[in-house]
């Protein structure tokens, strides 16, 4: 059983209770969250992230911002919808999940006001639409974590960067889904996680939340990754990922890219596993992707602990992105992309129903 990593609580009016990952692994504290302010912040210093996480966050963060206006009329709950939509989009950028929860909760909002509802009937249908996007998030890992197990062959060892299991997402993960359902098949399947520095996702993140579900987790620097392929440790990668091009670029967690030039100089399969709404189909490649920079200081004092001189320069990206020729496959709800290019990008949205015509 993999943990939960935020729930809504309470009914109507209700508040969102979160794994505070920031104190992970040395506390494990789940807190309140009530306000837009509340989740705006909690997205920005990673209490809640990955992808998917984001995206049902956001979802109920509109909640947050409109459940006080029972009673008021449809033009104010959704000229508040907007403003709600407008403010969690600041959050942070790169994550497309965000922006496809936002959107999503907007337009509904909107279908609904054009249809001449009245504001508590479009205060119901946002409950109904930020529900649906957590219900929706879980069953689609669940597909991912199938889809995904099919490739996992029993005695693997796979290598993961970052997290992208089931603190990063509504239901069991994307890159952990597959490895969680191929245990649970009964295969024995191992991973090395990488730490993934600045943040230490993979160190604090997957190695926790693997060992809680009882799969052996060996957990290595990121530099290390080069020497654990090149001594044939290592079955096959998989990552997750926050944002994917039209033409399969995959944008993942800063080092990322670095593991899939690995990966192919040893002949290992690069897998990501993502859910249709990390996909941009906006963007024709990867080049166009926002990258988020982080703080300074997260480089040189991470966890309170000063490890460069006092006034050096530094730059830190916290995404970067792998070219669709080193990926060997995308693992979808609606199965696998197999070496995706634009073609087979615009056929699996088509069949997800996130483009209007099979490419
Ligand atoms: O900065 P983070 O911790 O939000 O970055 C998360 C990642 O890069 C994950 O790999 C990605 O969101 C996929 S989560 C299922």
Request: glycine share 12%; aromatic share 6%; hydrophobic share 45%.
């Amino acid at each position: 059983m993999h943990v939960e990593t935020l729930e809504w609580a309470g009914g109507r009016p209700g508040h969102v209770r979160m794994i505070e990952q920031t104190l992970l692994p040395g506390r494990h504290e789940v807190i309140d969250v009530a306000t837009v302010e509340e989740m705006f912040a909690a997205i920005r210093r990673l209490a809640v992230r990955g992808a998917p996480a984001i995206g049902v966050a956001a979802g109920y963060g509109v909640l947050l911002g409109t459940q006080d206006l029972a009673g008021a009329s449809g033009d104010e709950v959704l000229a508040r919808t907007r403003a709600t939509c407008e403010r969690l989009a600041e959050s942070r950028p790169t994550a497309v999940n965000l922006f496809w929860a936002l959107n999503r909760m907007r337009t509904r909002a909107e279908s609904e006001h054009a249809a001449g509802r009245d504001g508590d009937a479009i205060l119901d249908a946002l409950f109904a639409e930020a529900a649906d996007i957590h219900a929706g998030d879980r069953d689609t890992c669940r597909r991912i974590g199938e889809h995904g197990a099919a490739l996992i062959q029993d005695g693997w060892t796979m290598l993961t960067h970052c997290n992208a299991g089931a603190l990063a997402t509504g239901g069991m993960g994307t890159a952990l889904a597959p490895i969680y359902v191929a245990h649970e098949q009964g295969k024995r399947v191992s991973v090395y996680a990488d730490e993934t520095r600045p943040l230490l996702q993979g160190a604090r993140l997957t190695a926790w939340e693997l060992m809680q579900a009882g799969v052996p987790v060996t957990l290595i620097t990121d530099n290390m990754a080069g020497r654990v392929m090149f001594e044939g440790r290592i079955d096959a990668v998989i990552v997750g990922s926050d944002r994917i091009a039209r033409n399969g670029d995959v944008c993942n967690k800063i080092g990322t890219y670095s593991v899939a030039v690995l990966a192919a100089r040893h002949g290992i399969p690069f897998y990501v596993a993502a859910p249709l709404s990390t996909f941009d189909p906006d963007l024709a490649h990867g080049g166009l992707i926002p990258i988020e920079e982080r703080a300074p200081e997260e480089v040189t004092e991470g966890f309170g602990s000063r490890t460069a001189p006092e006034g050096v320069a530094v730059y830190s990206p916290a995404f970067d992105v792998t070219p669709a020729e080193l990926v060997a496959g995308i693992v979808t709800e609606v199965g696998l992309i197999e070496r995706p290019d634009t073609a087979r990008v615009e056929h699996a949205l088509a069949l997800g129903g996130r483009l209007q015509t099979a490419g």
